[in-house]
């Protein structure tokens, strides 16, 4: 059906009488992409093997939410914690004491701000992107964070977004900038409560600035009746450290779209990723590191874990420009399919056009190793203990890759309830 | 403990096992030798509970049990452990933990309690010790890349700490040099006692210079055709399996 939807006209929203808070010009250039742009359908590459009917056929309303409780949902109890509910930020469950060496506003108030300003939006694409524009054009609110020069931020920061409603929307917009010689750690994590057939379609902009260090994870746990749609627009400086871990555990559909521009010499950057499906779930991984100077490495790691009638979709683009020498960048992704019918579709993307580099990628797809299963059954393991305990194995290697402890014992627990693991 | 009663079973509709009659006792140590293709290894997939093999007839006493009607894990738990002739390697899988696990499900199923951390630990070191396996190598991924040997000796560790009640050696001294093959027949020496029984499977007598048997028995053409005492392995080492087949021919 949504193959079908030609229209012009993106009759998606109902804005409720909200305004979108980012500047009027850049609202404007949104609008105009909008006004001629048609929903993505399986024809359009970028979305060959994620159907968007489900969206495209749903109208969505811009709704404050009410929560009361975010004990559940907090990652880090020492953690200077943002709480942003169906997009918009909930000052009376965020943390009111700023740590030094941190800006931290809503992007309301972050208007008039000139670093905001002039970084707003600098390496996301507009033209061409529905779900940015319809952000850009609807933005309700979000966090600006700066994690000012030299600063080592002890604590974490947590960013908890809280989905809430019937067809709710949420355009959170992110700005987080690592100042020079910073270093941070910020956990972003998405949940919802008392949610049906809500849409998140954010957006999160980081800018890692000369020699700072930012590790970032992302947890995706919102139910499996929602939709997710959210881009990281990343821009890194010369020396500089930059890993994210994208754990997604539930949601309906989700795509994710990880873009990292590594304009400097000397960077890091690391990808890790671990999506675990089950029911009729969709998750899709996009992502694209861009190597545009030499002497960086970057190291990609995804792996799935699919059962029942779920799928899975990984993309891993790799640029590596002219005159971008000596780049070392591994790329890979596993998946274990545990059903007849579960899915995955897998392309790793490799563009190669300096001659002095190291690069390799893989992908690898296949089903729980049986002869594995049967040695630790005959052990005395039940079969259903056998196949977790291999399934976690493999799962692991990305979840040790998670550096704060905190964060990986949040997943562990989420792992336990939704999948019935021991830790 | 165990009684096998005219055993037939075929894998893809061709018949390996058929008719194999074989009876061990508590306290014995019986060997299985035979040349290939005889069954040996069938015989030890069967008994473990491999689910490629189809049992067209026959039966097997476990202790009083229906072996053949439990599931892997339950024959496991019933007390019979198989070492495997080739160990498979399980990255990511910590050989102790998953060790703990099994040993917990064990206790389980009998109705006792869960082993406590410090007595595991303690365990891990007085048995790893009886193989002579680095506490390290005990602590690492199941078999990831561990030697033929060290995998061999893996084997025995896990013997030591399930104490079954029946073991059967499949084929535990193929690829393993003097040494190797002291240390594991030793630890499967240190760990016999009156209680329980060795169901010894090999191709050559070189093991049962280590591994004193109490039985020998011929495996040939799926059945055994000749039982003995430790000289008939010297025997099949002098003579071949050649007068054997000729035997029976008459």
């Not at chain 1, 609202?27 to 969206?55: C, N």
């Amino acid at each position: 059906m949504s193959e079908l939807l030609n229209s012009t006209e993106i009759d998606l929203i109902d804005t409720n009488g909200f305004v979108g808070v980012l500047a009027a010009d850049y609202k404007q250039k949104a609008s105009k992409v909008l006004d001629t742009i048609q929903f993505p359908t399986t024809r359009t590459e970028a979305w060959k093997y994620t159907r968007l009917g489900k969206i495209s056929n749903k109208k969505f309303t811009i709704q404050k939410g009410t929560i009361s409780d975010i004990s559940n949902y907090k990652i880090s109890k020492e953690a200077y914690t943002i709480v942003l509910v169906n997009g918009m930020m909930d000052t009376s469950l965020s943390s009111k004491i700023l740590p030094d060496g941190v800006i931290c506003t809503s992007i309301k108030e972050a208007i008039s701000n000139d670093k905001f300003n002039s970084l707003l939006g600098k390496n996301l694409n507009l033209e061409n992107e529905i779900f940015h524009s319809i952000n850009t054009q609807n933005a309700t609110d979000g966090s600006f964070i700066v994690i000012k020069e030299k600063t080592t931020l002890e604590k974490s920061i947590q960013l908890i977004h809280i989905l809430t409603g019937e067809r709710t929307i949420s355009n959170v917009r992110n700005i987080i900038i690592s100042e020079k010689s910073s270093q941070a750690h910020i956990v972003q994590s998405f949940f919802s409560e008392n949610a049906n057939e809500s849409f998140t379609n954010g957006v999160t902009e980081i800018f890692v600035e000369e020699n700072a260090h930012l590790s970032f994870d992302k947890i995706q746990f919102e139910e499996d009746t929602c939709f997710h749609i959210s881009t990281e627009q990343v821009e890194q400086a010369k020396n500089s450290t930059f890993t994210i871990n994208t754990i997604t555990l539930n949601g309906g559909l989700v795509r994710n779209n990880l873009n990292i521009e590594v304009k400097g010499q000397n960077c890091c950057t690391n990808l890790n990723g671990a999506y675990l499906l089950k029911g009729n779930q969709h998750v899709d991984n996009h992502t694209m590191v861009d190597h545009l100077a030499p002497k960086c490495e970057s190291h990609e790691l995804y792996k799935g874990v699919v059962n029942d009638k779920s799928t899975a979709v990984f993309n891993g683009k790799v640029f590596v420009r002219k005159d971008s020498q000596k780049i070392n960048a591994f790329q890979s992704n596993a998946n274990v399919l545990l059903s007849d019918e579960a899915t995955i579709n897998s392309k790793p993307e490799l563009e190669i056009y300096a001659d002095d580099v190291k690069c390799s990628h893989g992908s690898t797809t296949g089903q729980l190793n049986e002869e594995a299963v049967f040695y630790l059954r005959a052990r005395g393991l039940s079969e259903k203990s056998a196949r977790k305990l291999i399934i976690s194995a493999f799962i692991d290697e990305v979840i040790k890759k998670i550096d704060n402890d905190e964060v990986k014992v949040f997943v562990f627990g989420l792992l336990h309830k939704r999948f019935d693991w021991e830790i | 403990m165990i009684s096998i009663k005219n055993l037939h079973a075929s894998i893809d509709g061709k018949e390996i096992l058929k008719g194999l009659n074989l009876e061990v006792k508590a306290g014995e140590v019986h060997a299985i030798m035979g040349p290939n293709g005889a069954g040996k290894s069938t015989l030890a997939s069967v008994l473990a509970g491999r689910e490629e093999y189809e049992i067209t007839a026959g039966t097997v006493d476990f202790d009083g049990k229906d072996l053949l009607d439990l599931k892997i894990e339950d024959r496991a738990r019933e007390g019979l452990f198989l070492a495997f002739q080739y160990p498979i390697e399980i990255p990511g899988v910590s050989n102790v933990n998953f060790l703990r696990a099994a040993l917990n499900e064990i206790k389980e199923y009998k109705g006792e309690d869960p082993i406590n951390a410090k007595d595991f630990l303690k365990l891990v070191r007085e048995k790893s010790a009886i193989v002579e396996l680095d506490a390290k190598l005990a602590s690492r991924s199941v078999n990831e890349g561990f030697s033929g040997g060290e995998k061999k000796r893996n084997e025995i560790f896990q013997m030591a700490m399930l104490n079954p009640k029946l073991a059967i050696l499949d084929e535990t001294d193929s690829g393993l040099d003097i040494d190797a093959l002291r240390i594991v027949a030793n630890g499967v020496n240190k760990l016999k006692t009156s209680e329980n029984a060795t169901i010894v499977i090999t191709h050559y007598q070189r093991l049962l210079d280590y591994i004193v048997p109490d039985f020998v028995h011929v495996l040939y053409d799926g059945k055994i055709v000749k039982s003995g005492t430790k000289e008939l392995a010297l025997e099949l080492e002098e003579r071949g399996y050649d007068w054997i087949k000729e035997e029976l021919a008459l």
